[in-house]
């Protein structure tokens, strides 16, 4: 398995441009996430899905979209760059835990933004 | 805000000494995970221990869960130069999806 893959790697966007961060997962999981990792602070969770064609948003959702069409596909789009929104980006997937328990997240290596 | 909160923020030792993490949470928790993150990667998960819980165990690796006071700790014993990276606790509340709420991050450094 793959596991989580994310592209690109590191992407430089001026303010005001868009563009698609991609997460890929072949795990057969129903939890996907995305987080925004900044220096000196931990991960906040931007969008999640709990399943296909389910999506919610975090504690940081401004600027961001997602969809979730297919169980393995968790696209993060920025709708217009801003320079606020330089990080670090992480994808991760989870599969469904007993009882409401939340299972152990896997994270993609990241995706580096610079918003010029 | 953040859920958990990591002390200290860094720590250096020498290899072969033991290393504690501290976790602080605010609300009523499900979980809490501890994860990994060595310079410019992803995040790995190291141990998963249940609010029903009170220790558990992997390898090196002790994790300890007081509810009553909202705290975890993670200690590495005999740790090693290649321990050195970022720690993270996390948390997942009751009712909160399958959202983890992630602490700022303990910097350990082991040296030679």
């Known amino acids: 398995n793959a596991g989580v893959t994310q592209t690109p790697k590191f992407q430089v966007l001026k303010t005001g441009q868009s563009m698609t961060l991609q997460c890929a997962q072949d795990m057969n999981h129903e939890y996907m996430s995305w987080y925004r990792q900044d220096p000196g602070m931990g991960l906040r969770l931007i969008h999640y899905?709990?399943?296909?064609?389910?999506?919610d948003q975090g504690e940081v959702p401004n600027g961001y979209n997602v969809s979730r069409s297919t169980t393995e596909d968790f696209p993060l789009r920025l709708l217009s760059a801003a320079p606020s929104q330089t990080s670090v980006y992480f994808c991760?997937?989870?599969?469904?835990?007993?009882?409401?328990?939340?299972?152990?997240?896997?994270f993609g290596p990241g995706t580096r933004l610079l918003v010029l | 805000s953040q859920q958990g909160e990591e002390d200290p923020q860094a720590l250096s030792i020498q290899e072969g000494e033991n290393a504690t993490m501290n976790c602080s949470y605010k609300?009523?928790?499900?979980?809490l995970q501890w994860y990994r993150q060595n310079s410019g990667r992803g995040l790995v998960h190291l141990i998963l221990i249940r609010s029903n819980e009170r220790e558990k165990h992997s390898g090196r690796l002790r994790v300890t869960l007081d509810t009553s006071k909202k705290s975890s700790s993670l200690l590495i014993t005999a740790s090693r130069a290649a321990d050195t990276a970022s720690y993270f606790c996390?948390?997942?509340?009751?009712?909160?999806?399958?959202?983890?709420?992630f602490g700022t991050g303990t910097q350990l450094k082991v040296e030679l």
């Open positions: 899905s709990v399943g296909a064609g389910i999506t």
């Open positions: 991760a997937s989870s599969k469904r835990g007993l009882a409401g328990a939340k299972e152990t997240q896997y």
């Open positions: 609300t009523s928790i499900n979980n």
């Open positions: 996390a948390t997942g509340i009751t009712g909160g999806g399958n959202k983890l709420t």
